[in-house]
């Protein structure tokens, strides 16, 4: 089973900010937490990951608690094709499997 | 920017015929994985493989499922006898050691058993 907990859906104004939040109240020391997107039943798409620092790319920004138990994921100005299922997802650095759950599915409305 | 890529996009088959999914790593990564998507349903792992050997499967990946590395850039997952709870799609993904397990993945294929 996953180890996180996503809501299952929200709703983005384009132009604004898309806050995506992610739950792993159980993760430990070692595991990074990763954001992935898949949009329409294609490949899932790497979008960023974190330790316990906060992280920008020029995708998206991750906002990590102090305690790690919950994470954030931010796209400052969410465009149309940013309307895909998010996916939150913790795994340590050893070579192991991704875990997807559910995750979020982002729609992006005009 | 490199990419994984994977062949056929689109497979039809017969219920109980082989087939052979096909996928081309980034070139210098090491790590190589196979997930499957049933229509509407969670992306699941199959099966990841390192230095020719199998790390590690899934209940999934039965004797049904093989996966082989048949050279040095082809990545290939096979299903012997195809069953019509295998129509999915199927995704290849791979990656770096060292790269904090960013896996890339590729477009997928979509099989159909009819």
């Known amino acids: 089973d996953a180890k996180t907990t996503q809501p299952t859906s929200m709703d983005c104004a384009e132009g604004r900010a898309a806050n995506l939040p992610c739950n792993h109240s159980?993760?430990?020391?070692?595991?990074?937490v990763y954001w992935y997107r898949q949009i329409h039943s294609q490949g899932p798409q790497y979008i960023i990951h974190?330790?316990?620092n906060n992280e920008t790319n020029e995708m998206a920004s991750l906002i990590i608690t102090e305690d790690r138990k919950s994470s954030t994921l931010i796209l400052p100005h969410a465009t149309l094709r940013d309307t895909a299922v998010y996916y939150c997802i913790v795994i340590d650095n050893q070579g192991g499997k991704l875990i997807f759950g559910q995750g979020t599915e982002l729609s992006v409305k005009p | 920017e490199p990419e994984v890529t994977q062949t056929p996009s689109h497979q039809v088959t017969q219920m109980g015929q082989e087939v052979i999914l096909r996928c081309v790593p980034i070139s210098n990564h090491l790590y190589f994985y196979w997930y499957r998507q049933i229509l509407g349903q969670k992306v699941e792992f199959l099966v990841s493989?390192?230095?020719?050997?199998?790390?590690?499967k899934s209940e999934i990946f039965d004797d049904q499922f093989s996966v082989e590395r048949p050279d040095g850039s082809n990545f290939t997952l096979k299903i012997r006898s195809t069953k019509l709870e295998d129509s999915a799609m199927y995704f290849c993904?791979?990656?770096?050691?060292?790269?904090?397990?960013?896996?890339?993945f590729g477009p997928g294929t979509r099989l159909l058993v009819l």
């Open positions: 493989f390192y230095n020719n050997e199998i790390s590690e």
């Open positions: 993904a791979s990656t770096h050691p060292g790269s904090q397990e960013t896996q890339y």
């Open positions: 974190g330790l316990k």
């Open positions: 159980t993760i430990s020391g070692n595991e990074y």
